[in-house]
């Protein structure tokens, strides 16, 4: 059994050696979700002279076109924002899952960035994390509360990843679903608890919001090794099966 103050603790010791690796882990993880806010566009139609009847009915002849071109731009965009998630941002995140969940066992090393882009990693890789998206985005159109729930249960998949990048798009969502069963409540409310370290990262003039992401992903880190701890030993999935090795006991001194 797993407490807040247990992963928090090991999560701040494990920082305490390596927080600026972990801070560029982190901003590297917030841009490519999707974080990020997008730039605005506005337009003035201001009066600059003439009679209003022809900006008017010039307006009325353009207006189509105009609202053409705004789609089209917009459309472009949406595509581009969706091809650099895909393809970029899913194997950045479970590289940035990678290097959390190894720097929990003393192995801080931040190349594990790239570890999505290896050979033979990556196809799997963007695959699994487009059905997990595509799922959570499915349940998210029945209604909030169902989405925030399987968001949850299928939060451990980069994790899952992490260790294991071909162990299937249908497998990896499964066993993140097992992982987590019972474990969603808890899980919400570790989230709650970060609630006033974000508050006053934004009063910080919200750039302090990214001096807590080191803290936020440390943590989960560490609860994903206590649940990928609990699968093993309550036989959901196997040392051979994460690509794990069975003689060393990653998570025994944890806690």
């Known amino acids: 059994m797993w407490t807040r ?28 979700g999707g974080d990020g806010s997008s730039p605005g566009f506005s337009w003035n139609f201001g009066n600059s002279g003439g009679h209003p009847d022809q900006f008017y009915n010039v307006g009325n002849e353009f207006l189509p076109f105009i609202i053409l ?20 941002g899913y194997p ?38 487009l059905w997990k998206g595509f799922l959570n985005f499915l349940w998210y159109l029945l209604f909030i509360i169902p989405g925030i729930v399987k968001g949850y249960a299928y939060s ?13 798009y249908r497998r990896a969502v499964e066993l993140s679903n097992r992982m987590t069963q019972g474990q969603k409540l808890e899980m919400f409310i570790l989230d709650l608890s970060f ?40 036989g959901l999935c196997t040392y051979e099966e994460l690509k794990l090795d069975p003689r060393l006991d990653l998570e025994s001194d944890i806690f």
Do not use: H
């Open 5 to 32: 103050e247990m992963l928090k603790t090991r999560a701040k010791s494990v920082l305490r050696d390596s927080y600026w690796k972990a801070f560029l882990v982190s901003l590297v993880i917030l841009i490519v």
């Open 69 to 88: 071109t705004i789609l089209g731009i917009f459309t472009i965009i949406i595509m581009f924002a969706l091809a650099f998630r895909i393809f970029l």
């Open 92 to 129: 950045l995140e479970v590289g940035g899952r990678c290097y959390f969940s190894k720097s929990a066992q003393d192995d801080v090393n931040m190349n594990y960035l790239g570890f999505g882009f290896s050979k033979g990693r990556y196809g799997d890789i963007v695959k699994t994390m």
């Open 156 to 168: 451990m998949v980069p994790y899952i990843l992490s260790d294991n990048p071909n162990i299937g």
């Open 195 to 234: 609630i006033g370290w974000y508050l006053l990262g934004i009063l910080a003039l919200c750039v302090g919001v990214l001096f807590v992401n080191p803290y936020y992903n440390a943590t989960q880190a560490e609860l994903y090794l206590v649940l990928r701890r609990n699968a093993l030993e309550n």
